[in-house]
């Protein structure tokens, strides 16, 4: 799973990525406050499920609450809402820009859809993204190089029998202690994130020294020949 912050006319709207049913959520108050223009966007949000609710809609029942990003470095539960449900909802909601968010949704969808069966497109959009943020040439190369290290690895737990998510969790967070001598969320605490993805928020030489870990996990457990999570345990270690 993954918070991205997508733009719609250089307007924030935090989105959610769910990798396991492959759909977007989208977090409604941003929509509303975009849609409507208004300066109390949770106020509006607030009237409008009473009116849903009244009017026996199954909209509101079908959202539902995750954790986003809030101010730097804090994250809070808010109500979202899919691509299906946001249309509907949509519909609620009086306002010119309510065809144009729709094309924008239609986009977002597509440009999902291409990044999954054309990964290099996701490449090209990540860099931009980076850039964006302000990263050096360098740092983007070393962030995308130690990207395609880790996914080395990942591919061969795979192949040895690593299938639950927890378990490639646990199996990163080993590697990761062991070269920092901190867990992943304590380095994240360090660097006072939450919901941010670490690696984006590394230095070049963290960056490097992740690569490194990884590579020689993945050298080590090859030569080997590690199966599942304990024996990958090991050559983590």
Avoid: C
């Amino acid at each position: 799973m993954e918070n991205i912050i997508k733009l719609f006319e250089q307007k924030k709207v935090k989105t959610h990525w769910d990798t396991e049913k492959e759909q977007w959520y989208f977090s409604v108050i941003d929509v509303i406050e975009i849609l409507t223009g208004t300066s109390i966007p949770k106020r509006y949000w607030s009237d409008l499920k009473k009116k849903l609710t009244t009017e026996g809609s199954e909209v509101y029942e079908k959202i539902v609450r995750l954790k986003m990003p809030a101010e730097v470095g804090k994250s809070r539960e808010t109500d979202v809402a899919d691509t299906e449900t946001l249309l509907r909802l949509i519909q609620s909601i009086p306002s010119p820009k309510a065809e144009p968010f729709k094309l924008w949704l239609a986009k977002v969808g597509y440009e999902r859809m291409q990044e999954i069966s054309d990964p290099e497109q996701s490449l090209d959009r990540a860099r931009e993204n980076w850039q964006r943020l302000g990263r050096s040439e360098k740092w983007i190369q070393q962030r995308m190089t130690g990207q395609e290290t880790l996914n080395k690895l990942t591919d061969y737990w795979k192949e040895s029998g690593v299938e639950k998510s927890d378990e490639f969790a646990f199996l990163t967070n080993i590697i990761h202690q062991e070269w920092t001598g901190l867990s992943v969320n304590n380095h994240k605490n360090l660097k006072g994130l939450k919901s941010q993805n670490l690696r984006d928020h590394m230095s070049e030489a963290e960056l490097i020294f992740t690569a490194l870990a990884e590579l020689s996990t993945r050298e080590i457990a090859e030569t080997e020949q590690g199966k599942g999570v304990g024996e990958n345990a090991v050559a983590g270690k």
